[in-house]
Each structure stands twice: as C-alpha cells, then as structure tokens.
T-cell receptor, first 115, second 114 residues
Framework: SAVISQKPSRDICQRGTSLTIQCQVD?????MFWYRQQPGQSLTLIAT?????????ESGFVIDKFPISRPNLTFSTLTVSNMSPEDSSIYLC????????????FGPGTRLTVL | GENVEQHPSTLSVQEGDSAVIKCTYS??????FPWYKQELGKRPQLIID?????GEKKDQRIAVTLNKTAKHFSLHITETQPEDSAVYFC?????????????FGSGTRLSIRP
C-alpha cells in the first residue's frame, strides 16, 4: 500500500482565513482524492485531482471554496478558503495503489477547527 | 449516481459473539466493495474487500458476502474482541482502469461489551 502523509495534522483557524493542507505520497499515483469527514459522519468526496488537469469537484463543492493543486504525481494540496465554523471537519486525502487495483488508502487526516 | 445505505448505525455485541453489518447499493454497475475500519482519531483502514465476480471472501475472523442480484453486501465478524470496537464503513465503486470515486455508507459504530 502507498504511504501517505498530510500536513498539518491539525489546526485552529479564525473565520475568514484560509488554510492549505498538503498531501504527500511515497510513490507516483494517477489520481488523488480529497474527502471531508464532519464530526461523527461518513466520508464525503470533495474532489478528484489528476496531475496536469483541473480537479473534478463533486456536487456541493466549488473550486473557489476548495482550490486544489496537483503539481506532480506524488503531491497535492487542498485549500479551504474564507473559512467559517461550518468548515470544521477532518480533511483526508487518499489515493489508489499503483497498478490501478481500485483500493484506496487514506492519509492520516487534518483536523480543522474554525473559530 | 451511486447511493450506499448501511445498517445498523450502532451495534453492541458481547465479546465472543458475532457482528453483522449490512449495506445496499443502487448502481448495478458497481463492482468493487471495500470495507474500512476507523478507530477513534485514526484514518480509515481497509480491512477487506470483494469484487462482483465473487460471492464471499474470508480473512481470519472477517468475512464479506455479496449478493449482486439483490445489490447488497454484508460484513461478518466472528469471535469479536475488544479491539474490534470502531466505526465500520462499507463502500461501493465502479472499479476499472481509470480511478473511480468511492461512495461510502453512513457508518456503523460497533461496540464490544466485555
């Protein structure tokens, strides 16, 4: 399985500010995914990030609020912009293993609290 | 699009007993069904998965069954132990050569009573 790291692991932010979350994978992968997990809830896909093209956003998520970068095959960032308390969640990145096995592995997550 | 329903939302079983979690999916094109375990404060971890060309898969105390006709699949944990306490998520996706998004169920909080 891929080794996935995220930074920061947690942060407390003021409303109206932005936070950029980094996701690093130890091998080259085609797709990276960003999820949100609100307290006590399931995982909701925010967007799919393919290297060299614009991210594909799910219904209810827009690029202006959650801009994503994918500069190479091992790295991606998710920015949570103009934050409000409703953005308080855990944000996780995930990726498939190389070879396209369909299995997704998750990073450790970033716990965001917006005051 | 795909919709995955999961039941029950909470489950409490006596240590040593079995636990069963059930999921249904809506898209008949889904062909890959992973199960994830998430302990408190940790990331979701894949524990077992099954593809649509298989009806059952076992890994020690864990088994998953799939009924394609009825579009439902289940997780079975036998001889439960305290370390099985966690939230379990089922998921479904249309696997293939291009990465497909995984749709998760709502989760089941499993508690093992000593």
């Amino acid at each position: 399985s891929a080794v996935i790291s995220q930074k920061p692991s947690r942060d407390i932010c003021q409303r109206g500010t932005s936070l950029t979350i980094q996701c690093q994978v130890d091998s080259q992968v085609t797709m990276m995914f960003w999820y949100r997990q609100q307290p006590g809830q399931s995982l909701t896909l925010i967007a799919t990030a393919n290297q060299g093209s614009e991210a594909t956003y799910e219904s209810g998520f827009v690029i202006d609020k959650f801009p994503i970068s994918r500069p190479n095959l091992t790295f991606s960032t998710l920015t949570v912009s103009n934050m409000s308390p409703e953005d308080s969640s855990i944000y996780l990145c995930s990726t498939e293993t190389s070879g396209g096995t369909d299995t997704q592995y998750f990073g450790p997550g970033t716990r965001l609290t917006v005051l | 699009g795909e919709n995955v329903e999961q039941h029950p939302s909470t489950l409490s079983v006596q240590e040593g007993d079995s636990a069963v979690i059930k999921c249904t999916y809506s898209d008949s094109a889904s062909n890959y069904f992973p199960w994830y375990k998430q302990e408190l404060g940790k990331r979701p971890q894949l524990i077992i998965d099954i593809r649509s060309n298989v009806g059952e898969k076992k890994d020690q105390r864990i088994a998953v069954t799939l009924n394609k006709t009825a579009k439902h699949f289940s997780l079975h944990i036998t001889e439960t132990q305290p370390e099985d306490s966690a939230v379990y998520f089922c998921a479904a996706t249309k696997g293939g050569s291009s990465a497909s998004k995984i749709i998760f169920g709502s989760g089941t909080r499993l508690s093992i009573r000593p």
